[in-house]
């Protein structure tokens, strides 16, 4: 076995959940092979040496090309990236504005913005990459992005149907078990966890698999492309077998800011999901975004089939 990876039987399972957002459903049985995956997101640590060896340059230290963003801000269109904001009080949630920017000079090395640094986080998982930067770095170490059900597969650790990775019980016996947040999202941030930003990977215990940080801390990118799932769900004819959605076009969001960008799926959540507002630190939890985009919270980790 390959050091700091751990092996994931195939088998089958049930994909989704029909209990919470609309994107989950419906419940699904689906199947995958046996492969191998990292035992937690990469770190900076890791992703510095890749840096050093290679002179990668990521895409948030670029300037983004005004024709892909005819309605930017010129005064934005310079490098790099989303970062967040708490506010001061309560504030309307429909507008993620509120609390996301667009921090010039914010990018892996600098994740709160220019005058941030990353020292004491070396064991924390890199931030502020596109997906771009993770599979760049995937090919680099001769490994590859999990497809969404994958990394579904692995994150619940053989509980069948279980609501989070760990079991049915957000806080068993009081003990917290991912970096999520606890208090009123996005300005009462209770850090009961013991944490505010994200968190050194394996700060949590790990799931039946031997998995850390695959619900919390920071969102991870996968291979697949965003598309809803089969309306048949359980009742489909056949089992799919290591599913793939491979298609850009069919990612686009009509109508949108950005609909011109195809969107991946990142899987587990963040330390920025809480009850109120994106309770996604679940193994069934799925979200769209944009392949252009890097923020403080989305991270990734890498499997070998």
């Not at 492969?35 to 060896?53: H, Q, S, Y």
């Not at 941030?189 to 215990?205: I, Y």
Request: proline share 9%; charged share 20%; aromatic share 12%.
């Amino acid at each position: 076995m390959t050091k700091g990876m751990v092996v994931i039987p195939g088998g089958s399972f049930l994909m989704g959940s029909d209990d919470f957002y609309p994107e989950e459903r419906p419940v699904h049985r689906v199947s995958v092979d046996a492969f191998t995956m990292d035992e937690g997101p990469v770190t900076v640590a890791e992703f510095r040496r890749f840096v050093k060896e290679t002179g990668y340059v990521t895409l948030a230290e670029h300037a983004p090309e005004a024709g892909q963003y005819p309605n930017a801000d010129p005064d934005l269109l310079v490098p790099g990236s989303l970062v967040f904001h708490a506010t001061a009080g309560p504030v309307d949630l429909r507008d993620v504005s509120n609390w996301w920017s667009y921090e010039p000079g914010a990018q892996w090395r600098h994740p709160e913005g220019p005058d941030s640094t990353l020292h004491g986080r070396e064991r924390h998982p890199v931030t502020h990459l596109a997906v771009e930067d993770a599979e760049a770095y995937a090919a680099w170490i001769g490994k590859e992005l999990p497809s969404e059900a994958e990394w579904e597969f692995a994150a619940r650790g053989g509980l069948e149907g279980a609501t989070f990775v760990w079991g049915n019980e957000f806080a068993p016996k009081g003990r917290m078990m991912a970096n999520t947040w606890q208090g009123e999202f996005p300005w009462q941030n209770l850090k009961t966890d013991g944490f505010e930003g994200t968190s050194p990977v394996k700060s949590f215990p790990p799931n039946g698999y031997g998995l850390y940080d695959m619900a919390g801390n920071v969102w991870e990118w996968t291979s697949d492309f965003f598309s809803t799932f089969d309306s048949d769900g359980e009742h489909a004819c056949c089992v799919p077998h290591n599913p793939r959605s491979a298609s850009p076009e069919g990612s686009m969001v009509a109508d949108q800011p950005g609909a011109h960008i195809p969107r991946r799926v990142i899987k587990g959540g963040s330390h920025l999901c809480a009850p109120n507002y994106c309770l996604r630190y679940r193994p069934a939890a799925r979200q769209s975004e944009a392949v252009d985009t890097s923020t403080a919270h989305i991270g990734f980790r890498c499997v070998i089939r």
